[in-house]
């Protein structure tokens, strides 16, 4: 939808993202099947089914946010705010939109994706904490045992790109519940420079690696749930 409004070509798909929707779209197929009574199972599973639908949808405008971002980030060649033109603020401006939407989204995400596996797998994380998140979930994983194939998997995940997640999370937290986090760059930044120099930009290179790596992290947890979950659905009688 992005890349329309932005006059830009469609997306083309590369293996790793096709993987994963196809993981996406085969679990959704799957709770279909077991989803046509009335009964409190048949209701579960479409619940199962309405949900990997809103991830589906996550995924897509996620990767569309990232690319709005990239795109208006290339185009940054000024170092300060007041350096640049009125264009190049705009399009700055078009960029920390996108991005923020970005680096929120992948842990709405990740959270929406911890909800569906401790139901469906019936780890009952909500006994230990009542508002979990999706490191909450796979803790839980970890601590009672059960799943180890997708638990190994999904903290391989998790250590391979700690350091860049750290790092989004600290974003999202600190835009979700203190300052907008490109002022709080820019305050860093005056606070280490000192006064008179005023207006640097934040690492945007930097910001965009981060997100690049985020959008891998999320993208292949996607994928290997799913595909461990449709092998469950798949074994059951």
């Given amino acids: 939808m992005l890349r329309s409004l932005l006059g830009q070509p469609p997306r083309e798909w590369d293996e790793p993202l096709r993987r994963t929707a196809d993981e996406l779209n085969t679990f959704i197929r ?12 048949s209701m579960r599973y479409r619940t199962y089914a309405v949900w990997a639908q809103g991830l589906y949808r996550s995924l897509n405008e996620l990767e569309e946010s990232l690319f709005a971002a990239r795109l208006y980030g290339t185009r ?33 995400l990740l959270d929406k994706l911890g909800t569906l596996v401790n139901a469906l797998l019936e780890l009952q994380t909500e006994k230990i904490k009542v508002y979990f998140s999706f490191y909450t979930v796979l803790r839980q994983m970890r601590e009672t045992g059960k799943h180890r194939e997708l638990t190994e998997q999904l903290v391989s995940l998790k250590e391979r790109h700690r350091e ?20 709080e760059d820019d305050l860093m930044e005056r606070l280490l420079a000192g006064a008179g120099d005023g207006g640097r930009l934040e690492n945007l290179s ?32």
């Fill in 30 to 41: 799957l709770c279909g099947q077991r989803s046509g009574g009335n009964d409190s199972s």
């Fill in 76 to 108: 940054i060649r000024a170092a300060r705010w007041d350096d640049m033109e009125r264009e190049e603020k705009l399009d700055y401006d078009r960029h920390v939109y996108f991005d923020k939407n970005a680096y929120i989204r992948m842990f709405s």
């Fill in 164 to 183: 860049a997640m750290k790092r989004l999370r600290n974003r999202r937290n600190m835009e979700v519940h203190y300052m907008n986090a490109e002022l």
């Fill in 206 to 237: 930097g910001n965009l690696a981060d997100a690049e790596e985020g959008w891998i992290m999320v993208r292949d947890t996607l994928g290997r749930t799913f595909g461990y979950l449709n092998g469950q659905l798949r074994g059951l009688s």
